[in-house]
């Protein structure tokens, strides 16, 4: 009878549609667990195809290629250890999200997911059918049953695998951060192993995909609940976990327990890992972005700087008579400390030129908002005409509450292929710069120290369209702001129910007002990472013409 079973979790970053590099990467997974004599290598949820598809897992010929990368894999690996690979599978006509099993030449194994979620970001009931609970495969003579993702956030899988005779649990996912994620996710498995008697392995993938980042923090619990092996947050890595029988059953050796990073460190590593992978995988190495002096631009060149290296950034200051003397000196200030170039290209003759050959319709009639957005939609198509020269990606750098109100002005400071802080509130915007100053970490390409210049910090915030603007102007404090927003948008609560809180019922009716008629706004935003459950894309969706206010 076998008395040790060695397991190599490989916690790695998949490409949306690659199938040809991703088993590549699979086969050097499986190569180094051989070299290390392990029993069986496992890989994630769906990862010879990348993770999440969407509707291209749907075109017949992207599953052929899919299912014919399995059967490669399977002869390639066929000298050594196990692989255990998520993929689609196609059974009867119906689209499965499957994990391989793959030994000796062939496929001994195929699990196919039971539950589908379909909230937040998941629409997997679209695209894959559910799949009746099956039994645990057998490698190396070890009983091992796999719920698949979501099947691990019920009991009656695991359950069910622990009553037909699986030994150990092993739980490959792709479960995307958002804030609070590596406890919730904990706090589930452990219901798992408590409920089972059973040692289980949860394995997470990482990298960034559109709006979502997977960030890893893979473990390994024994019974009890006791944690033997903490993956790191964010990191590719490979851990080999060695399990052992004993009168009580299999437990695993303590190994790696790498710290869970606090939610403001987290949040900034995503934006920095959502950004670098966003690039890569859509085929951009250099970025450019507006630099107006704000902490708003300030935050993203950093999280560019430290994505991409300051020699990939270029920042370009766009001043107009509005402009003050200290924008300048921040923006140039910023720049400097992050090492990154800047331009400078005025745009008050363009403005100028703009309002003459308009000046014969506008005639009669007030100067207002229509001469500020002028303003910001001249810069954007300067900076998207940069982008376009040299082919770099047009960051875009809106807050979630400048977002979630339409403080923002569509064709002109939106302009762009990216945002990095789309779902990170104005209050902490504040905190993640104060932050980054104070912080550094191997991780991040930009130099340490204070790169967002105190005054960027503390002056009040402005879009500086007219003269002595600042957004107190048009919007309650933030820290008010947001928190009605917080209300409105991630907890879904009345207007009454906000307004009992403390809050000036006509302020928080206003928000609510600008929160639906801004829909149109985000719509056509570029996308951005998501940090919360409530991120303005798939988390959040909203129609864009509806007459729905709340009356309470």
Known sequence: MTDTFRLMLAQADPTVGDIA????????????GRAAGVDMVALTEMFVTGYQTQDLILKPA??????????????????????GIGGPAVRDGRLFNAWWVLQGGRATAMVLKHHLPNDA????????????????????GVRIGTPICEDAWHPDVAETLQETGAEILLVPNGS???????????????????????????????????????????MVLNPGGHLAVQMPQFDEATEIVTFRRGPEGWRA????????????????????????????????????????GGIDSAIVAAIACDALGPENVRCVMLPSEFTSAHSLEDATAAARALGCRLDT???????????QALAPLFEGTEPGITEENIQSRLRGLLLMALSNKFGEMLLTTGNKSEMAVGY???????????????????????????????????????????????????????????????????LPPYEVLDAILEGLVEKDLSVAEIVAQGFDAATVKRVEHLLYIAEYKRFQSAPGVRLTQKAFWLDRRYPIASRWRDGT
């Open 253 to 292: 050796d303590e190994g790696t327990k790498a710290p869970i990073p606090p939610i403001g460190e987290a949040d900034y590593r995503a934006c920095v890992v959502g950004l670098g992978d966003y690039m890569r995988k859509t085929g951009f190495s250099k970025a450019l972005l507006g630099l107006s």
């Open 62 to 83: 992207f599953q052929r290629a899919a299912l014919d990368a399995v059967e490669a894999l399977a002869r390639d690996c066929a000298d050594g250890p196990a692989l």
């Open 21 to 32: 590099g991703n088993a590549a990467k699979a086969r050097e997974y499986w190569a180094k």
């Open 176 to 218: 995307p951060y958002h804030r609070g994620k590596p406890n919730l996710r904990l706090n589930l498995m452990v219901q798992r192993v408590v409920e089972t008697g059973l040692p289980l392995c949860y394995l997470n993938m990482v990298g960034g995909q559109d709006d979502q980042v997977f960030d890893g923090s893979s």
């Open 345 to 355: 290209v005025p745009i008050s003759g363009t403005q100028a030129a703009v309002g």
């Open 121 to 140: 970001v998941f629409d997997e009931k679209r695209v894959f059918a559910s799949a009746d609970v099956a039994g645990p495969y057998v490698v190396n």
């Open 408 to 474: 923002c002005t569509i064709y002109g400071d939106m302009n762009g292929g990216y945002n990095p802080v789309k779902d990170m509130y104005k209050t902490r915007m504040f905190l993640t710069a104060k932050w980054r100053n104070e912080n550094h970490r191997p991780w991040m390409e930009g130099p340490a120290g204070e790169v967002i210049p105190e005054r960027i910090i503390t002056k009040p915030p402005s879009a500086e369209l007219r003269a002595n603007q600042t957004d107190q102007d048009s």
